[in-house]
């Protein structure tokens, strides 16, 4: 018999039932992942959890947790710490093609000392170009030079530079590495939203939270599939299993999982900020959200689906 209860008496009920723990905390725990089935386009995220799982998860490369009611598991996620950067010359694309011109005439003249080619000097070649923003190509042109010379002295001291990278500004992060629900389980009571959508944004979300209480981190993200014509163990270690896809629009599955994370749990495209891919996602998109917005984001995707719901 269905009961028809409203959203936060779901969410009441999930959060009495279910429980969250790590992969390796319980040796019990490796015999109950054998049961864990994803559906066929997850597969990749099974043989992940039954055969590289509990290595990583012990020696630290990724941190495993299982979703539970009782022993049954219902949802895994794992959690990796993550770092983003911003590139020495990532304000170039908000500048003209002219005032790109100027900074790299007036940096080089600068970084090779010829006192004669000043800044105002350039900006006098460009006398009659309207498209130049006078003070923030100062300012900029400053920054840049000493940026430079910074980096160049910082060449010259450093023991090991050949395996150093240069960058502008970095920002921690933590990668939701994988996120796969157990398609052997159905939880007994009518939920009128995906139990992925609750185990991210009451479970996953929670966890994050705590770790950027205890640790410096400003982004969240992923890297979600794109490519529709490669199946999804090929292509993401994400995919939720919990959400419809019509068998007439299969030709374009993946491309709605992508929307699956931007629509329901809020992640966007990434600009501003570079990323550092690793090879087994190269044919995924990668999507994050700042770790202070999650709180906002989470109470919005919750009224939205109210608000379907109603």
Same mark, same amino acid.
């Given at each position: 018999?269905?009961?028809?209860?409203?959203?936060?008496?779901?969410? $009441?009920?999930?959060?009495?039932?279910?429980?969250?723990?790590?992969?390796?905390?319980?040796?019990?725990?490796?015999?109950?992942?054998?049961?864990?089935?994803?559906?066929?386009?997850?597969?990749?995220? $099974?043989?992940?959890?039954?055969?590289?799982?509990?290595?990583?998860?012990?020696?630290?490369?990724?941190?495993?947790?299982?979703?539970?009611?009782?022993?049954?598991?219902?949802?895994?996620?794992?959690?990796?710490?993550?770092?983003?950067?911003?590139?020495?010359?990532?304000?170039?694309?908000?500048?003209?093609?002219?005032?790109?011109?100027?900074?790299d005439l007036c940096v080089e003249a600068?970084?090779? @000392?010829?006192?004669?080619?000043?800044?105002?000097?350039?900006?006098?070649?460009?006398?009659?170009?309207?498209?130049?923003?006078?003070?923030?190509?100062?300012?900029?042109?400053?920054?840049?030079?000493?940026?430079?010379?910074?980096?160049?002295?910082?060449?010259?001291?450093?023991?090991?530079?050949?395996?150093?990278?240069?960058?502008?500004?970095?920002?921690?992060g933590i990668v939701l590495t994988h996120?796969?629900?157990?398609?052997?389980?159905?939880?007994?009571?009518?939920?009128?939203?995906?139990?992925?959508?609750?185990?991210?944004?009451?479970?996953?979300? @929670?966890?994050?939270?705590?770790?950027?209480?205890?640790?410096?981190? &400003?982004?969240?993200?992923?890297?979600?599939?794109?490519?529709?014509?490669?199946?999804?163990? &090929?292509?993401?270690?994400?995919?939720?299993?919990?959400?419809?896809?019509?068998?007439?629009?299969?030709?374009?599955?993946?491309?709605?999982?992508? $929307?699956?994370?931007?629509?329901?749990?809020?992640?966007?495209?990434?600009?501003?900020?570079?990323?550092?891919?690793?090879?087994?996602?190269?044919?995924?998109?990668?999507?994050? &959200?700042?770790?202070?917005?999650?709180?906002?984001?989470?109470?919005?995707?919750?009224?939205?689906?109210?608000?379907?719901?109603?």
């Amino acid at each position: 018999m269905v009961i028809d209860i409203n959203i936060q008496e779901q969410c $009441e009920l999930l959060r009495s039932q279910l429980k969250i723990e790590l992969l390796t905390s319980d040796e019990a725990n490796r015999e109950i992942i054998k049961n864990f089935r994803s559906d066929k386009k997850g597969k990749g995220l $099974e043989r992940y959890l039954k055969e590289d799982a509990w290595r990583e998860d012990q020696q630290g490369i990724t941190k495993v947790y299982l979703v539970k009611d009782s022993d049954n598991i219902v949802f895994f996620f794992a959690l990796a710490a993550g770092l983003l950067y911003k590139e020495i010359n990532s304000d170039d694309v908000n500048l003209s093609k002219v005032e790109k011109e100027i900074l790299d005439l007036c940096v080089e003249a600068r970084l090779q @000392e010829n006192d004669d080619i000043t800044p105002d000097v350039v900006f006098s070649w460009y006398a009659d170009t309207d498209d130049i923003d006078k003070e923030k190509l100062h300012r900029i042109i400053d920054e840049r030079i000493q940026f430079k010379l910074d980096a160049k002295e910082d060449l010259e001291k450093s023991e090991n530079s050949i395996n150093i990278k240069q960058v502008s500004e970095t920002f921690p992060g933590i990668v939701l590495t994988h996120f796969c629900k157990n398609a052997s389980y159905s939880f007994p009571e009518h939920l009128s939203f995906p139990v992925g959508f609750y185990v991210f944004w009451e479970i996953v979300v @929670e966890k994050v939270l705590y770790i950027a209480s205890i640790l410096g981190c &400003q982004y969240l993200y992923l890297f979600a599939a794109d490519n529709s014509e490669q199946e999804y163990m &090929q292509v993401s270690n994400l995919y939720p299993g919990d959400w419809e896809i019509d068998d007439e629009e299969d030709s374009q599955p993946v491309y709605k999982l992508v $929307e699956y994370y931007k629509n329901e749990l809020k992640f966007e495209d990434v600009q501003d900020v570079t990323i550092l891919k690793p090879y087994y996602d190269f044919s995924c998109i990668s999507l994050l &959200q700042e770790i202070s917005a999650l709180s906002e984001n989470r109470n919005a995707a919750w009224i939205q689906h109210s608000d379907v719901n109603n």
